[in-house]
């Protein structure tokens, strides 16, 4: 849907109703008594990432990342330490039970758990066990309460005892409590952890299985950044699209600071997440024309190229355009949830099979010669001899 003349709130208003309507209708559940204020919760793209690692975040449950780049910038584990002064980060995940369900086989390499953390291209898992006192162990005070850490090497005994107490005070550690840690550059490590943080919700048990019950944990994701680097092209890329418009805020009133405020800029773009999935997006649109060539320029199209890709829609917009914004909702996924059903497939009208072939079609099928000299194009298929 594209909407003139309304602004961010507006139209998170408009499709929260249209969200309350659909499950009021379908599922008989009135959404509206769930959130306070009748609205659904909002979380900004720098704090989901912050906290769950990833912009589409599972509210259901716990064990969020939680940072400890300050204080392992400075202890003695240089695998902690070198990770912050490289410009990385430190963050652990707190297992509650985790003692208990998960052993050392499994975290080290060869098991699943640090599996699932290399698929996400970390090294491995460094990790503390919580327990009662004993007689070989080291004492920690959390919250006036004595818990014990064994013999671990060189990640205990790399951080002096305030450090670790206070790394034990933000996971809220008690005995039988795991805490899995991640090092290196941030986005790997919020990757890894978030992988590994939905791997052990799943494996706890953590996640409701039952759809019908009160945790449909609807939540919008906002104040996207404009851009992202691109190494590989040394260059900005748009985040979502390059036809996300700025937040006012962050590009000030002159446009001669413009070329020097959107690299940093946030975008008024917004995703609507439903218990980590993405049920749909969108944002508002740049209807200035100088606003929309200075955005490609930023994203390294030269003037002259941005002209001749995206001339017609400048041309439009210095016509004049009113404000403007929009969503797009993927219907498929939003009938897979209301339906209680595990995979996307269940819900497309004519899924393809795993080769890739769409059973009602039979495509991808046989070309004729003639359509295949019109495209300019020559057939390299060479038939099997039995």
Known sequence: MEMSFMDQEQILELNEKLICAIWQAVKGIKLKKRFKGGRFPQISWHEAMERYGTDRPDTRYGMELVNVSDIAENCGFKVFSGAVKAGGAVKFIAVPGGNEAISNVRIKPGGDVFSEAQKAGAGGLAFIRVNEVGDHETSFDVG??????????????????????????????????????????????????????????????????????????????????????????????????????????????DPAQWAANLPTARAQAYDLVLNGL????????????????????????????????????????????????????????????????????????????????????????DVASKQLEELHVASTWVEEED
């Open 144 to 253: 006036g309460s004595q818990v014990g850490i064994g013999t671990i090497g060189a990640i205990r005994d790399g951080f002096k005892k305030e450090q670790m107490e206070e790394v034990l005070e933000r996971a809220g550690a008690t005995p039988g409590t795991l805490l899995l840690f991640g090092a290196g550059d941030t986005a790997t490590v919020n990757k890894a952890l978030d992988r590994v943080r939905q791997y052990l919700a799943r494996e706890l048990g953590l996640v409701p299985k039952d759809r019908d019950n009160d945790k449909w944990n609807f939540l919008w994701v906002v104040d996207f950044p404009m851009f992202e680097f691109n190494k590989d092209e040394n260059r900005l890329e748009a985040l979502h699209h390059p036809f996300c418009a700025p937040n006012p805020d962050d590009l000030g009133a």
């Open 278 to 365: 993405e049920l749909g997006g969108g944002s508002l649109r740049i209807h200035d024309s100088a606003l929309q060539r200075q955005v490609l320029q930023t994203i390294g199209l030269p003037l002259e190229e941005a002209n001749r890709q995206f001339g017609f829609l400048m041309d439009a917009l210095d016509m004049g355009a009113p404000p403007h914004g929009g969503i797009a909702f993927g219907l498929d996924r939003m009938v897979m949830l209301l339906a209680g059903e595990e995979s996307i497939r269940d819900t497309i009208a004519f899924p393809k099979t795993q080769q890739a072939r769409c059973l009602l079609t039979q495509a991808p099928a």
